[in-house]
Every structure is written in structure tokens, then in C-alpha cells.
């Protein structure tokens, strides 16, 4: 625990103008932002007496190690920059809104030639209309199933819509009349771009306009006695009614508002979000935080308000926020509407009338949500603490283990060998810190080899780390410096920049800013999948590189025994265990993120081929070239002025390919095995795999996210399929 006068800095030095600030723990890592008109009044309130301050307040600032702060010119630069810097950092100790659930929208793909109807999730694309958000797709797909009668838009995906333009069939929507089939040409695309505006102008709101237009032909077919085309224009009426009946109007005037409201205890809090548009309650959402910092109502609406508007633009922002209590003061968030919106901002507490009528019903559903919230996360809780302290009991620690991480090694007959990491803080998965590993010091099979070439690298990073913020000064590299079992146990950045030196520089490492994100911070308890060896390989190790106070375990699949070092019998833990439990959702998280990286790198090797190995030659021109020559056999047969009359390749890339596909080896023949087919030659398109860490992305088992380090292309095996 710090001491706050220990970093407290003077009273000159702080300016008294707007900006935002930053407080820092031991490791650099920013533990709380936060805005202030007048920075040296608002720091000097966190350096009082620490019997003074709110019980949470007292705990970020002993947990700080340092502050820092950046003036800027206005209090809505300042707004802007602390939202900013809580989306990049993450701090533990800022009011973070948890939502319950991806919510699902209604989305019209505008920016495509043929629109399409769709749900989509998660972060909203340019040119894509949204409508809702909505508590559930199947609400989502019951509207558009009744409006599809009216406005018959595509709905089918990319690879439904070429293949019915290849056979010239449409699909069973354009069969039965929900889809007007541009695929086969029955509309042209501007005609299907009129409906799809319709659709989105009738889900907008503007419905009157649709439904007056419907029965004005409705009459007209019934006096013309042409009664079938009446019948079906009259279902058509039914059925935008019937849509229109899902969303009550609620507001009269035709409103175009969202309402918040805030449900709160000492502990907690819970944010409900309903979103009108035309009078009707189009979408519904619900948030609920911790309060880990003493904040009032209006500054929890503040904070909701960054979140919910704080990447959006145009009508995504309404001329009217319905809100329990202004911000103080509620100028600058005001102007960041406008700002956002491009027009003005009404930002109110309803006094009366529907508009307080609706808010209250809005509170009472932030109300049931905290409620339901604190029932189940006190079951939660309670036994995810009970895991961790059957853990700590049974493995002998001082205390509950708050941080675990866990690796597994995965290959495929000793082929692409591969590592993960996982980390489960509090009992909870921690995805932003996964991480995985290419066994790179040897090739074939060797669990053992494996895992200690895995906890050396990670480890490494850790004390690097420690060593570049001065919290570890061991004046000399851990191991002199010199790679394991003769082999070099660097990362592929350290590798490709050093020529193997087993230490990265600090160049290597992410630089001082205090993102939550690499090796800094150190587990209480390591868990490895497998038995006695394996631990026994993690903890030698942890030994080589002189660290003695992390704990080590291993759970072996077959009996789910726990092992620790150096003793001869496992612990047995009881089958109904929560700590038990806990160990194996951690082994098994580790185990399937293994699987899913090691299944991407096999993929990519068997679609590997000679070309891969040619500089500066991208995907875009490797498909050029197959598309120019047909196949990468015509390709090698072609000369140096062939290659060249390809558009984007060079005299030097021309040679470079020829050189490349000479010394590669023809393979036989590709067969389709299915058919018996022979056929051509085709491309590889394998990328870069020097990549060492990786955050794993959206959907665990997907194709790599975005690389931590990369390095130089390794083991290169060019298949010719």
C-alpha cells in the first residue's frame, strides 16, 4: 500500500486549467482517469487526509504509485480525452458499464449494390442502417417476416445470392413473393434499392405514408373487381399493422427521444436505456457497473451517456435525452451532443406529463435489473469465492489466488506445435490477456520441452518488464542471458530484431502507457495441463529465471488429479469441489484455445505454396498473377516479360517470382478426391507466421487477431496443390 504524500506533487506544479487526469500503479499501469475544470482543485481533494476520503477513493489512491495529467483548452476537450483514455485503458477504478448481453439490431446494408436485411451484433459499420436495439433476434426476425409481404428485400447472404445468380434459380423467398429476386434480374438494382429506402422509411417511423397508400390501392382493386390483388393488398395492410402493434406508441407527439434512468445502491449500479423514435419505443438496453469510485447520479449518467453516444454520429444521437439528473455542470455534455449529433441536443429531467410518465416506467425496469442482477451475482460470488479459497487451501498459499493463468500445448503428430495462455481473474475469464505461442527452439513432439521453453518466454517478458520500470534491477540477465537447452527461447519479434538474443530490448516491449495488455503483470498461481512433467518443467523454469513466490499446479485429463512439484502423489480433490471446478473450466478454456490456433496454422500451412516465399509479394498480387496465368504451372512456365505484363509487378518482383518457382520442387498433380478430378495448380495463401503473441479475438477458435509481434517467416513448407 503507498503511500499518497510519497508521490504527491506540489502544489506550483499543478496548472489550474481544464484537463484530465491519469493515476498510475507500481506496474505504470493507469488505474483511474478522470476530467476536471480546474486540475489543481480537483487533485488536491485525492491528497487530503486519508481518513477523510470516501472508502474507495482511499483505496485507488493508496493502490496509485503516481499521477500524471495532460491541460487541455475546454471542458469538452476534457470530456472527449477522458472518454478516450477509458476506452484505450481500461482502469479498474473508473465506472465501467457492464452490458448484459450483445444486443442485436435490425440492419439494412445500404452500402452494398443489392441491399440486405439482416441482424447484426456488436460494432456498427459505415453505410449500414441500424434500427432497435432489440431484446431478442427472433423479435427482430418476426418484424421482418411480416414486412418481407410488403417490401420484398433480400435477406440471403453473399454466397445464397451468387449461387442463385449462377443457376438462374431463386431462392424459396423469391418463390412464395418475400423476396423480389434481383439475383435472377426480376428487379432491377435501383428498383431494390427503392424498396430497401422504403423499408427503412417505414421502420424509421414514417409509417402513415404505407399504410394509407396500401388501402388507397386496395379500394381501387376492389372497384376494378379485382378482388384477389384487394385480398392480398389487404393482408399487406394487416400485416404493417401488425408490426406497427409490436412497438405501442408511447409518446403522441412522435417523439424522437432515448430516456435513461439509474437504479443505485452504495454498491452498485444499474442503467435502463429506452430508445423512442416516432413516438414508439423502437429499442431497449440495460447496463450495470460497479460503483468503484464515490460518484453521484448525474455523474453515473455522464459516464452512461459517454458509453452510449461516445461512437455515434448523425440521428444515431436524438434531439431529445430524457435523463434522472443533469450532470455537473451539464454545458460541456450538452455540446458534446451537439457535437456528436451535428444539431442540437436537448438534454432534460421530464417534470411532467407522458414524457415522466415513460421515465418512471424506464426506472422501474432499472430497478428489476439491479434487483435481478444482485440475485445472480451474489450466488456468482459466492461461489466463485469459495473455489478460490478450496484452491488456496488445498495447494497450500497464502492467500486466494485472484490472477491465474494456464497453458497447454497442442500439435498434430508433432506438426505445427503451438501453446496458449488463459487468464482467469477473480474466477472470471479475462480474454484481453490470452495469449499464444509458436514452439519455435525445436521441432517434433515434446510436451515437456514445450512447456518450459513457454513459462521461460512469458516469464522473460515479466522480468524485461520489471527491469525496464526499475522494479527489478538483477544486473545481469536472468540466465546470463544465454538460451535454454542450447536453443533460443525469444519471441519472433526478439528473434527477427536481435538474430535470436534470448532477452528482448525495451525497443521490443510496449511502450510506457499503461494499457492493461502484455506480461506485466505476475499470476498467483500457474496451472499447466498435464501431470508431473509437465509441472516439473514449469517450475524448473521459474526456478532458472529466479522466481520463487508463484505457484505452480498441474491438472492431469485422465483422473483430473492436481499435481504440484516435487511431490510424489497428486492431490485429489473432491469430485463435487468448486475449486475442482474452477481448475477445469481454466484447463479446459486453455485446451480449446489451443485447439482453435493450432487448426488455424495447419490450415494455413496446407494452403501454403511457393510463392509465399517471394518479397514484397502481397495476397492482392499473387491473386493477380493466378488470375492472369490460371495457375501457378503456366505461371512457372512463363518468362521474365510474361510475369511483367501482369499489372503491379516489376522487372525485380518478375525475377523474384521466376527464381522462386524454379528452385521449388512440382508436386504431382492436385486430384479431387471426391470426383477423381485432376486439376490445376493453385496459389498458397499463407500469411506472415512468425507471429508469437496474439490477443485472441472476438470469438475464441477464429482466424488470429491482431499480432502483438511479428517476426520473420520460419520453416517455410510450400505445398503445390
Given at each position: 500500500m503507498a503511500d499518497p504524500s510519497s508521490y504527491r506533487p506540489k502544489p506550483g506544479e499543478i496548472p489550474d486549467s481544464p484537463g484530465v487526469y491519469r493515476f498510475r500503479d507500481e506496474h505504470r499501469r493507469v488505474i483511474y482517469v478522470g476530467k476536471a475544470k480546474s486540475l489543481r482543485q480537483r487533485l488536491a481533494s485525492y491528497f487530503q487526509d486519508l481518513a477523510g476520503l470516501h472508502p474507495r477513493t482511499r483505496t485507488m489512491v493508496t493502490t496509485a504509485a503516481s499521477v500524471e495529467w495532460t491541460v487541455v483548452s475546454t471542458e469538452v476537450e476534457a470530456l472527449q480525452l477522458e472518454y478516450s483514455w477509458i476506452k484505450?485503458?481500461?482502469?479498474?477504478?473508473?465506472?465501467?458499464?457492464?452490458?448484459?448481453?450483445?444486443?442485436?439490431?435490425?440492419?439494412?446494408?445500404?452500402?452494398?449494390?443489392?441491399?440486405?436485411?439482416?441482424?447484426?451484433r456488436g460494432h456498427k459499420k459505415k453505410g449500414v442502417r441500424y434500427f432497435g436495439p432489440y431484446g431478442h433476434a427472433w423479435a427482430i426476425r418476426d418484424t421482418v417476416d411480416l414486412l418481407l409481404r410488403v417490401f420484398p428485400v433480400r435477406t440471403c447472404s453473399a454466397g445464397v445470392f451468387k449461387n442463385a445468380a449462377r443457376t438462374g434459380r431463386p431462392c424459396l423467398l423469391g418463390y412464395i413473393g418475400k423476396c423480389s429476386a434481383p439475383c435472377v434480374d426480376r428487379v432491377s438494382a435501383e428498383d431494390h434499392r427503392e424498396l430497401a429506402e422504403e423499408f427503412c422509411d417505414f421502420m424509421a417511423g414514417r409509417t402513415g405514408t404505407y399504410v394509407r397508400r396500401l388501402e388507397q390501392r386496395m379500394t381501387e382493386a376492389a372497384e376494378e373487381m379485382e378482388y384477389e390483388r384487394a385480398a392480398r393488398l389487404r393482408d399487406d395492410i394487416g400485416a404493417l399493422r401488425k408490426a406497427m402493434e409490436k412497438s405501442a406508441v408511447v409518446l403522441a407527439d412522435a417523439t424522437d427521444a432515448d430516456l435513461v434512468a439509474?437504479?443505485?445502491?452504495?454498491?452498485?449500479?444499474?442503467?435502463?436505456?429506452?430508445?423512442?423514435?416516432?413516438?414508439?419505443?423502437?429499442?431497449?438496453?440495460?447496463?450495470?457497473?460497479?460503483?468503484?469510485?464515490?460518484?453521484?447520479?448525474?455523474?453515473?449518467?455522464?459516464?452512461?451517456?459517454?458509453?452510449?453516444?461516445?461512437?455515434?454520429?448523425?440521428?444515431?444521437v436524438p434531439r431529445e435525452v430524457l435523463v434522472p439528473a443533469l450532470p455537473d455542470p451539464v454545458e460541456p455534455v450538452q455540446q458534446w451532443l451537439t457535437g456528436r449529433r451535428g444539431s442540437g441536443v436537448s438534454l432534460r429531467v421530464p417534470q411532467r406529463g407522458d414524457k415522466r410518465a415513460l421515465m418512471e416506467t424506464v426506472e422501474r425496469n432499472a430497478q428489476q435489473a439491479l434487483v435481478l442482477h444482485k440475485t445472480k451475482r451474489a450466488s456468482d460470488l459466492t461461489t466463485r469465492s469459495r473455489a478460490l479459497e478450496e484452491i488456496a487451501d488445498a495447494l497450500g498459499l497464502d492467500s486466494a489466488p485472484l490472477r491465474i493463468e494456464c497453458y497447454d500445448i497442442s500439435h498434430l503428430q508433432g506438426d505445427d506445435v503451438v501453446a496458449s495462455m488463459v487468464v482467469f481473474e477473480d474466477g472470471l475469464a479475462r480474454k484481453s490477456e490470452y495469449?499464444?505461442?509458436?514452439?519455435?527452439?525445436?521441432?517434433?513432439?515434446?510436451?515437456?520441452?514445450?512447456?518450459?521453453?513457454?513459462?521461460?518466454?512469458?516469464?522473460?517478458?515479466?522480468?524485461?518488464?520489471?527491469?525496464?520500470?526499475?522494479?527489478?534491477?538483477?544486473?545481469?540477465?536472468?540466465?546470463?542471458?544465454?538460451?535454454?537447452?542450447?536453443?533460443?527461447?525469444?519471441?519472433?519479434?526478439?528473434?527477427?530484431?536481435?538474430?535470436?538474443?534470448?532477452?528482448?530490448?525495451?525497443?521490443?516491449?510496449?511502450?510506457?502507457?499503461?494499457?492493461?495488455?502484455?506480461f506485466a503483470y505476475p499470476p498467483q498461481l500457474v496451472v499447466v495441463d498435464g501431470g508431473a512433467p509437465q509441472v516439473?518443467?514449469?517450475?524448473?523454469?521459474?526456478?532458472?529465471?529466479?522466481?520463487?513466490?508463484?505457484?505452480?499446479?498441474?491438472?492431469?485429463?485422465?483422473?483430473?488429479?492436481?499435481?504440484?512439484?516435487?511431490?510424489?502423489?497428486?492431490?485429489?480433490?473432491?469430485?463435487?469441489?468448486?475449486?475442482?471446478?474452477?481448475?477445469?473450466?481454466?484447463?479446459?478454456?486453455?485446451?480449446?484455445?489451443?485447439?482453435?490456433?493450432?487448426?488455424?496454422k495447419r490450415a494455413k500451412r496446407f494452403r501454403s505454396g511457393p510463392l509465399d516465399d517471394v518479397p514484397g509479394l502481397g495476397e492482392a498480387r499473387k491473386q493477380a498473377l493466378i488470375k492472369h496465368f490460371g495457375s501457378v504451372r503456366?505461371?512457372?512456365?512463363?518468362?521474365?516479360?510474361?510475369?511483367?505484363?501482369?499489372?503491379?509487378?516489376?522487372?525485380?518482383?518478375?525475377?523474384?517470382?521466376?527464381?522462386?518457382?524454379?528452385?521449388?520442387?512440382?508436386?504431382?498433380?492436385?486430384?479431387?478426391?471426391?470426383?477423381?478430378?485432376?486439376?490445376?495448380?493453385?496459389?498458397?495463401?499463407?500469411?506472415?507466421?512468425?507471429?508469437?503473441?496474439?490477443?485472441?479475438?472476438?470469438?475464441?477458435?477464429?482466424?488470429?487477431?491482431?499480432?502483438?509481434?511479428?517476426?520473420t517467416p520460419d520453416d517455410r513448407r510450400g505445398l503445390e496443390t
Amino acid at each position: 500500500m503507498a503511500d499518497p504524500s510519497s508521490y504527491r506533487p506540489k502544489p506550483g506544479e499543478i496548472p489550474d486549467s481544464p484537463g484530465v487526469y491519469r493515476f498510475r500503479d507500481e506496474h505504470r499501469r493507469v488505474i483511474y482517469v478522470g476530467k476536471a475544470k480546474s486540475l489543481r482543485q480537483r487533485l488536491a481533494s485525492y491528497f487530503q487526509d486519508l481518513a477523510g476520503l470516501h472508502p474507495r477513493t482511499r483505496t485507488m489512491v493508496t493502490t496509485a504509485a503516481s499521477v500524471e495529467w495532460t491541460v487541455v483548452s475546454t471542458e469538452v476537450e476534457a470530456l472527449q480525452l477522458e472518454y478516450s483514455w477509458i476506452k484505450e485503458y481500461d482502469p479498474r477504478f473508473n465506472v465501467k458499464y457492464r452490458d448484459d448481453k450483445s444486443y442485436p439490431y435490425l440492419a439494412v446494408t445500404m452500402n452494398e449494390e443489392f441491399p440486405r436485411v439482416q441482424v447484426m451484433r456488436g460494432h456498427k459499420k459505415k453505410g449500414v442502417r441500424y434500427f432497435g436495439p432489440y431484446g431478442h433476434a427472433w423479435a427482430i426476425r418476426d418484424t421482418v417476416d411480416l414486412l418481407l409481404r410488403v417490401f420484398p428485400v433480400r435477406t440471403c447472404s453473399a454466397g445464397v445470392f451468387k449461387n442463385a445468380a449462377r443457376t438462374g434459380r431463386p431462392c424459396l423467398l423469391g418463390y412464395i413473393g418475400k423476396c423480389s429476386a434481383p439475383c435472377v434480374d426480376r428487379v432491377s438494382a435501383e428498383d431494390h434499392r427503392e424498396l430497401a429506402e422504403e423499408f427503412c422509411d417505414f421502420m424509421a417511423g414514417r409509417t402513415g405514408t404505407y399504410v394509407r397508400r396500401l388501402e388507397q390501392r386496395m379500394t381501387e382493386a376492389a372497384e376494378e373487381m379485382e378482388y384477389e390483388r384487394a385480398a392480398r393488398l389487404r393482408d399487406d395492410i394487416g400485416a404493417l399493422r401488425k408490426a406497427m402493434e409490436k412497438s405501442a406508441v408511447v409518446l403522441a407527439d412522435a417523439t424522437d427521444a432515448d430516456l435513461v434512468a439509474v437504479a443505485e445502491d452504495e454498491l452498485e449500479a444499474a442503467v435502463q436505456i429506452f430508445h423512442v423514435r416516432g413516438g414508439r419505443v423502437r429499442g431497449q438496453r440495460g447496463w450495470v457497473t460497479d460503483k468503484v469510485e464515490e460518484i453521484t447520479t448525474g455523474a453515473l449518467v455522464e459516464h452512461a451517456l459517454q458509453q452510449l453516444y461516445g461512437e455515434e454520429t448523425g440521428d444515431a444521437v436524438p434531439r431529445e435525452v430524457l435523463v434522472p439528473a443533469l450532470p455537473d455542470p451539464v454545458e460541456p455534455v450538452q455540446q458534446w451532443l451537439t457535437g456528436r449529433r451535428g444539431s442540437g441536443v436537448s438534454l432534460r429531467v421530464p417534470q411532467r406529463g407522458d414524457k415522466r410518465a415513460l421515465m418512471e416506467t424506464v426506472e422501474r425496469n432499472a430497478q428489476q435489473a439491479l434487483v435481478l442482477h444482485k440475485t445472480k451475482r451474489a450466488s456468482d460470488l459466492t461461489t466463485r469465492s469459495r473455489a478460490l479459497e478450496e484452491i488456496a487451501d488445498a495447494l497450500g498459499l497464502d492467500s486466494a489466488p485472484l490472477r491465474i493463468e494456464c497453458y497447454d500445448i497442442s500439435h498434430l503428430q508433432g506438426d505445427d506445435v503451438v501453446a496458449s495462455m488463459v487468464v482467469f481473474e477473480d474466477g472470471l475469464a479475462r480474454k484481453s490477456e490470452y495469449r499464444r505461442f509458436q514452439i519455435k527452439s525445436f521441432a517434433g513432439q515434446d510436451d515437456v520441452r514445450s512447456m518450459h521453453e513457454v513459462i521461460t518466454r512469458r516469464f522473460r517478458r515479466y522480468l524485461a518488464d520489471k527491469e525496464r520500470t526499475g522494479e527489478w534491477s538483477g544486473g545481469t540477465e536472468p540466465d546470463g542471458g544465454q538460451p535454454v537447452d542450447g536453443t533460443t527461447v525469444g519471441t519472433a519479434a526478439e528473434a527477427g530484431a536481435t538474430g535470436g538474443s534470448a532477452l528482448p530490448s525495451a525497443d521490443t516491449l510496449t511502450e510506457d502507457d499503461g494499457r492493461p495488455k502484455r506480461f506485466a503483470y505476475p499470476p498467483q498461481l500457474v496451472v499447466v495441463d498435464g501431470g508431473a512433467p509437465q509441472v516439473a518443467a514449469a517450475r524448473r523454469a521459474l526456478e532458472e529465471l529466479g522466481i520463487d513466490d508463484i505457484a505452480v499446479c498441474g491438472l492431469a485429463k485422465r483422473l483430473e488429479e492436481v499435481w504440484l512439484p516435487d511431490d510424489d502423489d497428486p492431490v485429489v480433490l473432491p469430485r463435487s469441489s468448486e475449486g475442482l471446478y474452477l481448475l477445469q473450466r481454466v484447463r479446459d478454456e486453455a485446451h480449446r484455445f489451443a485447439i482453435g490456433y493450432q487448426r488455424v496454422k495447419r490450415a494455413k500451412r496446407f494452403r501454403s505454396g511457393p510463392l509465399d516465399d517471394v518479397p514484397g509479394l502481397g495476397e492482392a498480387r499473387k491473386q493477380a498473377l493466378i488470375k492472369h496465368f490460371g495457375s501457378v504451372r503456366k505461371l512457372r512456365a512463363a518468362t521474365v516479360e510474361q510475369i511483367c505484363d501482369v499489372p503491379g509487378v516489376g522487372r525485380r518482383t518478375a525475377e523474384a517470382i521466376t527464381a522462386a518457382l524454379a528452385g521449388a520442387v512440382p508436386a504431382g498433380p492436385a486430384v479431387n478426391t471426391a470426383t477423381g478430378e485432376i486439376m490445376d495448380d493453385m496459389v498458397g495463401t499463407d500469411d506472415t507466421d512468425g507471429m508469437d503473441e496474439v490477443e485472441e479475438p472476438g470469438k475464441a477458435g477464429g482466424p488470429p487477431g491482431e499480432p502483438v509481434s511479428t517476426g520473420t517467416p520460419d520453416d517455410r513448407r510450400g505445398l503445390e496443390t
